[in-house]
Structures are given as structure tokens and as C-alpha cells.
Nanobody
Framework: QVQLVESGGGLVQPGGSLRLSCTSS????????IGWFRQAPGKEREGVSC????????YYADSMKGRFTISRDNAKNTVYLQMNSLKPTDTAVYYC??????????????????????????WGQGTQVTVSS
């Protein structure tokens, strides 16, 4: 069983920034697609961004382009989501997930223009991000 752990959420004012982290103590993230999803109350879980396990290419949902940046630090076995210019509509629980290298789920997202939740087998518990003044 792969366990992912998210951290870095919190309360931030509109226009502020947060950096979320996703790591695992027993699974190497290097060669797997890692995706960030979010779920606001009463809404479906939606894809935010992902990074490919094969070539490090990335995908961003349209509303995050230019504001969010996904990156890896393989030495720390961690994937980050830097979120800038945060808006109240970004308020949600943010989850990281991995396909464990079974498929390049992020390449699929780049082709299809959407992240597919079912492509990701293992999920973290989530971290709350609240954007409010």
C-alpha cells in the first residue's frame, strides 16, 4: 500500500501564496506521475496539476495556469505545488495522488486536456486550503 502525505495547507488572504508538499516514506515518487486534485464542499473532485514520471512534463488546469507551479525534488522524494495569487475560489481540500508508474497519467492529461481521477490509484488524506480575508 502506497501512502502519500500532503502538507502545507492553511489559511491565507486573497492574493497570497502557499506551497503544498506531497511525500511518501515508503514509495519513491521519482518515476511516477503525481497529480494534485482539489475538492471544494459540495463539488466534484477536480484535477489541478500533474507532473509526468517519464519526462517531467506538466499539465495545469486552465484556471491554474500562470498561478500554480508543480515541481519535484527527487532528493527529498517530494512533489510541490506552489500556489500564488490565491483566490477565494481556490478554497478546497487538496489531495496528491500517484499512478505508481502504472501508466503515464500526466501524459494522458496533456493530450486530453483533463486529469482523470480513475487513473490515479493511491491518494493522500488531503490538506485544507482556505483563502479568505
Amino acid at each position: 500500500q502506497v501512502q502519500l502525505v500532503e502538507s502545507g495547507g492553511g489559511l491565507v488572504q486573497p492574493g497570497g501564496s502557499l506551497r503544498l508538499s506531497c511525500t511518501s516514506s515508503e514509495f519513491t515518487l521519482d518515476y511516477s506521475a503525481i497529480g494534485w486534485f482539489r475538492q471544494a464542499p459540495g463539488k466534484e473532485r477536480e484535477g489541478v496539476s500533474c507532473i509526468s514520471g517519464s519526462d517531467g512534463s506538466t499539465y495545469y488546469a486552465d484556471s491554474m495556469k500562470g498561478r500554480f507551479t508543480i515541481s519535484r525534488d527527487n532528493a527529498k522524494n517530494t512533489v510541490y505545488l506552489q500556489m500564488n495569487s490565491l483566490k477565494p475560489t481556490d478554497t478546497a481540500v487538496y489531495y496528491c495522488a500517484t499512478d505508481r508508474g502504472a501508466r503515464d497519467s500526466c501524459a494522458t492529461a496533456q493530450v486530453m486536456g483533463i486529469m482523470i481521477k480513475d487513473d490515479y490509484e493511491y491518494w493522500g488524506q488531503g490538506t485544507q486550503v482556505t483563502v479568505s480575508s
